[in-house]
C-alpha cells in the first residue's frame, strides 16, 4: 500500500451527493500522507500500528486541509439530469474557488446505495447502475459513468458510509486504528469498514458486491420485527433509526416527540422513554457484538442523529459486552470527530 500512501498527496476533490444537499470540497492533502512518514511507521519497529489503543500524537499532517468548500440543493425531485447537472456545475464551481484543474485531480464521490448490473427489467448492463439510493431518481441508472464523462475525468464512488468511516479513521475518532467500523444511525442505519494497511493508509472496504458493512439490514426479529423497507422485518434500521424511535415512542405514549426530546427525558422522570431507550440500547449491544464476533475491530466509530444518545456510550458498552464471544471487551466505542463533514472528506480520500 506504500504506492496509495504516495498517491495521497497534492489535492483532491470530494463531493457528498445526500438527499437534501450536494456538498463539495476541495482538499489538499500534501501533509497528510503521515502513513509514509508517520510516527507509527517511521519507528522501525515493525507494525507499529498493529495494537489498539490512543491515536498516534496529532502533528501537521494530522488535519484536513479544506481548500474550497461549497452546496446546493439536492432538488432530486427534478430527476436525474437535473441531479447529474448540478453535481457537475458544482464540481466545477469548488474547483474554481480552489484554482485547481478539475481534469488534473483525483476525486471521490460519497453517495447512498450502492452498484449493480442488473437492469430493473432483469437484464444485464455493461456499465454500473445505482441501487438503493435514498434518492430515487438515480436508481437503475448508470450515474458513475455519466458524471464522469461530465466532468471529463476517472471518479472513485463509495457508498457513504464507508466515507464516513474512511474520514474518522483517517482524521477522526479512530484516527490510528488497523481496523475500524463506522456505523451512521440516522434517518437510516448504514456501516463502513476501513482497514489500514501496514504503512499507515486507511482505505474502505467494499467487499466483494458493495454491501460490506451494510449493518443496517441484518436482522434481529425476521418473524415479529417491525417491517423495512428492504422487504424484511426486524431488521437493526427498523429499531435503532431516529424515526423507528420517534415512531415507537409516539405509539407507546400517544404523543410524537423529537429524538432529542426522548433522550433528555429519558433522563428525567419520563418512564416511556426511559424504558424504551433502555431497550434499544439493548438492541444496539446484541447487534453491535455480531460485527465485533466477525470483524473485531479496533474501534467502533457512531455517527448520525442517533449517536448523540448519551446512553450508548454510558450503557451501550456492557450491552455489547453481554453478548460477544469473548469475557471482555477491549473494543472502543466513540462518537465521530468530524461532524457533519465526514461524508465530504471521506469521498476526497478515496481515489
Ligand atoms: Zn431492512
Sequence with gaps: MTASSARRRGQRIGVDLGG??????VVGLDSAARGAAGPTSAAGAGPASAVSGPAPAAGAGDEPRVLARARVPTKRELGYEHVLEATRALVFEVAKQAGVDVIATPMGVAMPGSVTTRRPDGG???VALVKN??????NGRPFHADLARAVGREIAFSNDANCFALAEATW??????????????GTGVGGGV???SDAGTPRAWDGAQGIAGEWGHVTLDPERGPA???GRRGCVETYLSGPAIEREYAQRSGVPRSLAEIAARGKKED??????????????GRALATVIDVLDPDVIVLGGGVSNLEQLYEAGP????????NDELATRIVKHALGDSAGVLGAALLP
Design 271 to 284: 418512564d416511556v422513554a426511559r424504558t424504551l431507550l433502555d431497550e434499544r440500547v439493548e438492541l444496539f
Design 228 to 230: 423495512c423497507y428492504c
Design 172 to 185: 477522526g475518532a479512530a484516527r490510528g486504528a488497523r481496523v475500524t467500523f463506522g456505523v451512521i444511525l
Design 20 to 25: 437534501t444537499k450536494i456538498e463539495a470540497v
Design 318 to 325: 456492557s450491552a455489547v459486552a453481554r453478548w460477544i464471544f
Design 124 to 126: 444485464r448492463s455493461d
Design 133 to 138: 439510493s435514498n434518492t430515487t431518481c438515480l
Design 194 to 196: 476501513v482497514l489500514t
